[in-house]
């Protein structure tokens, strides 16, 4: 690999980043709207410089907040960059957006709770709850009894 493609690499890598601290910060920000906040201008200005250099972030790796408030797409259109939402992704986040509210409501699946690309999910099913976890690459494979015991399989997956 050459000096300039880890380069890239590293700025990607360091893009992915940004957005899952955007989305940190995004969370804690006390004003009104929460991207207004000084730590998310700066992450925002941040995101921006290195998308104008790498190109985006796939919307996958976004978390939902961010698509669904159209900020992941506000931040491309000032760049003039085109980004597509593949079908059915914002149907997706908005089905699934309030972390564990979906549980606790009765509700047959819902988000439980999201972090960088991993999310876990519960079901219901046959009157049984039971959870499933998914990262960028889609859903993998396993059927949890608890939250902790999906967020293990995530630590594991990270030590193979």
């Known amino acids: 690999m050459t000096d300039l493609r880890r380069l ?27 991207e207004q906040s000084p730590q998310c201008r700066n992450l925002m200005r941040r995101i921006t410089a290195i998308t104008a250099e790498v190109g985006p972030t796939p919307p996958g790796d976004i978390e939902f907040a961010f698509l669904l408030t159209g900020l992941y797409q506000r931040i491309h259109q000032q760049l003039h960059i085109d980004v597509h939402l593949p079908e059915g992704l914002l149907q997706h986040a908005h ?34 709850l039971f959870f499933r ?27 193979a």
């Open 8 to 34: 890239r690499a590293a700025l990607r890598e360091e893009l992915a980043e940004l957005w899952h601290d955007l989305a940190a910060a995004h969370r804690r920000s006390r004003t009104n709207p929460p």
């Open 95 to 128: 089905d699934h957006a309030t972390p564990g509210g979906r549980l606790a409501l009765g509700y047959p699946e819902g988000l439980v709770e999201e972090h960088r690309d991993r999310r876990i999910y519960f079901l219901r099913k046959d009157n049984q």
């Open 133 to 159: 976890i998914s990262d960028r690459t889609g859903p993998l494979s396993g059927r949890f009894d608890t939250v902790e015991a999906a967020r293990t399989a995530f630590e594991e997956d990270d030590n």
